[in-house]
């Protein structure tokens, strides 16, 4: 049960750190792309618009967006889903042999990366939408709108203290108490727990992903941030606490960024 134990950690440390690894080869590679169209912008005669950098089939070109937000979702999520994942095999072990376990463990994680794929595709879809409409830097993947930014962070702040992020925190919070009670036989079953889990999953975080396009999509000081607090809310003790406090920071911090074009003009 300890070799099963250290197989599945050592699985899921390292996909979070292949995601990393992309996520940090991504955000060079579009560093290094950001000045040479700044070169470009630069002159005479040349206009860069909001698709700039897109590849030809714009359906290929959304697949990759979305691909991008899935292997972030994977990076920030799966440090926060792993204690759950671990205990679903602890629990597989003790009711069916050690080859039954290793068979249904990884139909469970499937279904986390399934939920979030969803989510990926909404995301991707948003930040489309944006980037069409001028909301979005197609060079900073982040709003220069200082009203939607701090919106968004206002946003995110009330949302910690809803009833459905304390709903779905409870959850994931409680994954002794979730999975017997969810418990579904056969590797479909055990793909449909995942799926259900990780849909709760989305549902604490999906407002505090949405942060990304106020502060940059790529940004992976705000990634690696995001994560952090994801992780604190579902694994320390005072959970809730974090997530008020949490909370109350981002709205503080909407507020600032609200009113900061105001101040800044009577100055």
């Known amino acids: 049960m300890k070799r099963d134990r250290l197989v599945i950690l050592a699985s899921l440390a390292g996909i979070a750190i292949l995601s990393w690894l992309y996520l940090f080869r991504l955000a060079g590679q579009m560093t290094t792309m950001g000045g040479e169209m700044g070169d470009v912008m630069d002159m005479p005669g040349v206009d860069v618009g909001p698709s700039a950098g897109t590849f030809a089939d714009p359906l290929v070109d959304f697949l990759l967006l979305a691909a991008m937000w899935a292997v972030m979702m994977v990076g920030m999520m799966l440090p926060a889903a792993a204690p759950t994942i671990l205990l679903f095999a602890a629990l597989e072990n003790r009711r069916s042999p050690a080859t039954v376990s290793r068979g249904r463990t990884p139909f469970f994680v499937a279904g986390y990366f399934v939920a ?9 879809a948003a930040q489309h939408l944006l980037s069409q409409i001028g909301w979005l830097s197609a060079m900073e993947m982040a709003t220069t709108n200082s009203l939607i930014a701090g919106g968004l962070f206002v ?8 009833p459905l992020k304390n709903a779905c925190l409870g959850h994931c919070r409680s994954p002794m108490e979730w999975l017997p009670q969810h418990y579904r036989p056969g590797p479909a079953g055990a793909l449909h727990m995942g799926i ?4 709760y999953c989305v549902g604490c975080c999906w407002v505090l992903m949405l942060l990304l396009f106020a502060v940059g999509v790529m940004n992976l000081l705000w990634i690696a941030a995001l994560a952090a607090i994801v992780l604190a809310q579902k694994i320390l003790p005072g ?4 997530t008020q406090l949490a909370g109350a920071a981002l709205i503080v911090v909407g507020v600032a960024i609200m009113a900061w074009p105001l101040v800044s003009a009577t100055n």
């Open 116 to 124: 979030w794929s969803a989510f990926s595709l909404a995301a991707a």
């Open 155 to 162: 946003l995110a702040g009330l949302y910690e203290f809803s």
């Open 196 to 199: 259900e889990h990780g849909l």
């Open 239 to 242: 959970g809730r606490y974090l």
